[in-house]
């Protein structure tokens, strides 16, 4: 939801909407509010992006409620961006006063604190709030933030992990590259967070990766995920969104067989196991090739009966 203030705070093309995001697949939601006379809008940084919570609201429940997406689940992370205004208890009151009373309702979202399976969710909203504090001004307190992480580290390079409940969060957010010079080395970390984690690590794991990042004034989000001159012919830098397409492609396009294999295993041979949340700027580019790769993620790898985020 950050559509206006460009070059320093707009990550989405005017081109396409909330409504239109949802039905190209995307189903993870950045949502910065502010609360501007009693009322939360949607902000990225200091710029208003024309759109109330009620509105956001509005949009998903027309989509969840729609026959053809009903079974679809969508999750939302919402983040205060008026913290040196207003208090993180005010916020989180009018957050969960709005919740209540916008389309659908409490009864739309999944509240409780932990990671569900796609059986417990389909046709809700799980809350990813990275607001919040420790719980005052929402009713369950902690138990009723949704996923609620209680460390989040400015820009930590090299990522960190936390807990939600048995789950372990692996979380990469280096979002202050110095420049554009540094794209290679942010997909490096982006990308290899959505691999497996090591089989020693007890019990689930979610991986959560930010492809965006922004600096001033060498690493606008437009130049990170697109890139910089032409460098298809060498002049320029590779943009963060077709590098990991490209990186997908490799692994999705990798098989391995053994002529002992039946054509069963011959299928699911050494496919990739890339699991995660992927939340990227400018997500049509380059041509609208990375969200499907993503989605095609979901279907490689899997075992019999496997549902949900967890490999």
Same mark, same amino acid.
């Given at each position: 939801?950050a559509f206006y203030g460009?070059?320093?705070?707009q990550?989405q093309s005017l081109s396409?909407?909330l409504?239109i995001?949802?039905?190209?697949?995307?189903?993870v939601l950045?949502?910065? &509010?502010a =609360?501007?006379k009693?009322?939360?809008i #949607?902000?990225?940084g200091i710029y *208003?992006?024309?759109?109330?919570?009620?509105e956001?609201?509005?949009?998903?429940?027309t989509?969840l409620?729609d026959p053809e997406?009903a079974?679809?689940?969508?999750?939302?992370?919402?983040?205060?961006e008026d913290?040196a205004?207003?208090?993180?208890?005010?916020f989180?009151?009018?957050?969960?006063?709005?919740i209540?009373?916008?389309?659908?309702g409490?009864?739309?979202?999944?509240?409780?604190?932990?990671?569900?399976s796609?059986?417990?969710?389909?046709g809700?909203?799980v809350?990813f709030?990275?607001?919040g504090?420790?719980?005052?001004?929402w009713d369950d307190?902690?138990?009723?933030?949704?996923i609620?992480?209680?460390v989040w580290?400015d820009?930590?390079?090299s990522?960190?992990?936390w807990h939600c409940?048995?789950?372990?969060?692996?979380t990469h957010?280096?979002y202050d590259?110095?420049?554009f &010079?540094a =794209?290679?080395?942010?997909?490096?970390? #982006?990308?290899?967070?959505?691999? *497996?984690?090591?089989?020693?690590?007890p019990?689930?794991?979610l991986?959560?990766?930010f492809?965006?990042a922004a600096?001033?004034?060498?690493?606008?989000?437009?130049?990170?995920?697109g890139?910089?001159?032409w460098p298809k012919?060498g002049l320029?830098v590779e943009?963060v969104?077709?590098?990991?397409t490209?990186?997908l492609l490799?692994?999705?396009?990798r098989r391995?067989?053994n002529s002992?294999m039946?054509i069963?295993e011959?299928i699911?041979?050494?496919?990739?196991c890339?699991r995660g949340?992927?939340?990227?700027d400018f997500f049509?580019?380059p041509?609208?090739?990375?969200v499907?790769l993503?989605i095609?993620?979901?279907?490689?790898g899997?075992?019999?009966?496997?549902?949900g985020?967890h490999?």
């Open positions: 939801m460009w070059p320093v705070s990550c396409t909407p409504a995001q949802l039905r190209a697949g995307i189903r950045d949502v910065r &509010l =609360i501007i009693s009322r939360l #949607a902000y990225h *208003p992006q024309r759109a109330s919570f009620q956001i609201l509005a949009t998903v429940h989509f409620t997406t079974r679809e689940t969508i999750v939302m992370s919402i983040k205060q913290f205004k207003n208090s993180y208890i005010d989180s009151r009018l957050v969960q006063d709005e209540a009373k916008g389309p659908g409490r009864k739309m979202w999944f509240l409780k604190n932990k990671v569900p796609l059986g417990e969710v389909r809700k909203v809350m709030s990275r607001f504090g420790n719980g005052e001004g307190a902690l138990e009723g933030l949704g609620h992480p209680l580290p820009s930590a390079k990522g960190f992990s409940k048995k789950t372990l969060v692996r957010d280096w590259i110095p420049s &010079l =794209i290679p080395e942010k997909v490096a970390l #982006a990308t290899r967070i959505l691999l *497996p984690a090591p089989n020693n690590l019990g689930p794991t991986s959560i990766s492809l965006s600096s001033f004034p060498f690493a606008f989000p437009p130049t990170i995920a890139g910089v001159g012919v320029g943009g969104n077709s590098r990991v490209h990186w490799t692994l999705l396009g391995s067989f002992a039946s069963e011959k699911l041979a050494d496919e990739p890339i949340w992927v939340l990227m049509t580019d041509e609208a090739g990375l499907p993503l095609e993620c979901n279907f490689r899997r075992q019999s009966g496997e549902e985020w490999c």
